[in-house]
T-cell receptor
Framework: KNEVEQSPQNLTAQEGEFITINCSYS?????LHWLQQHPGGGIVSLFM???GKKKHGRLIATINIQEKHSSLHITASHPRDSAVYIC???????????FGTGTRLQVFP | KAGVTQTPRYLIKTRGQQVTLSCSPI?????VSWYQQTPGQGLQFLFE???????NKGNFPGRFSGRQFSNSRSEMNVSTLELGDSALYLC????????????FGSGTQLSVL
């Protein structure tokens, strides 16, 4: 079993829909990152959080440390949100980053 | 501020050769980390440097090595290339270590023939 699991693996939405991507982990962590990767490879860091909730524009990230779970929400989705979203956790004992397998999101007009 | 710069963007090598990839972090950033991305394994951590010292290393064979210079620029080297080393190699920089937001370069796409 992977130490970081994401769901769903693939997600298709219509423009304007509310989107939720989930990340569960089984190890102790000091921080969790949400990353966005567009075709062509470039990765953008969306959020780094260790507790609570963060918001940036239409994106919201939450984390529940007790339940070892984080969610990334996209409100009013747009075709430009189409990308792979990757969850990564920094293990608290080794300080290494471990990545989920990613969620491929396609938003259609 | 210029972003993280990785060179070269594309590289084609043959089995048995060695390769050196370069990463210039954002000015003022002292931490550089390297990652390998393949369709089969996804993203995997290679190593992390801070102030010229390797802080952390992933589970890769000794053929993979790296270093960081006094100006924070970093290089990674892969010796005796294997077909399975074909991947996108990404580096990221951050101001310090551990719990800091990461800034990624565009990556070097390595193909081993």
């Amino acid at each position: 079993k992977n130490e970081v699991e994401q769901s769903p693996q693939n997600l298709t939405a219509q423009e304007g829909e509310f989107i939720t991507i989930n990340c569960s982990y089984s190890v102790g962590i000091s921080a969790l990152h949400w990353l966005q990767q567009h075709p062509g490879g470039g990765i953008v860091s969306l959020f780094m959080l260790s507790s609570g909730k963060k918001k940036h524009g239409r994106l919201i990230a939450t984390i529940n440390i007790q339940e070892k779970h984080s969610s990334l929400h996209i409100t009013a989705s747009h075709p430009r949100d189409s990308a792979v979203y990757i969850c990564a956790v920094r293990r608290d004992n080794t300080d290494k980053l471990i990545f989920g397998t990613g969620t491929r999101l396609q938003v259609f007009p | 501020k210029a972003g993280v710069t990785q060179t070269p963007r594309y590289l084609i090598k043959t089995r048995g050769q060695q390769v050196t990839l370069s990463c210039s972090p954002i000015s003022g950033h002292r931490s550089v980390s390297w990652y390998q991305q393949t369709p089969g394994q996804g993203l995997q951590f290679l190593f992390e440097y801070f102030s010229e010292t390797q802080r952390n290393k992933g589970n890769f064979p000794g053929r993979f090595s790296g270093r960081q210079f006094s100006n924070s620029r970093s290089e990674m080297n892969v010796s005796t290339l294997e077909l399975g080393d074909s991947a996108l190699y990404l580096c990221a920089s951050s101001p310090a270590v551990s719990n800091e937001k990461l800034f990624f370069g565009s990556g070097t796409q390595l193909s081993v023939l």
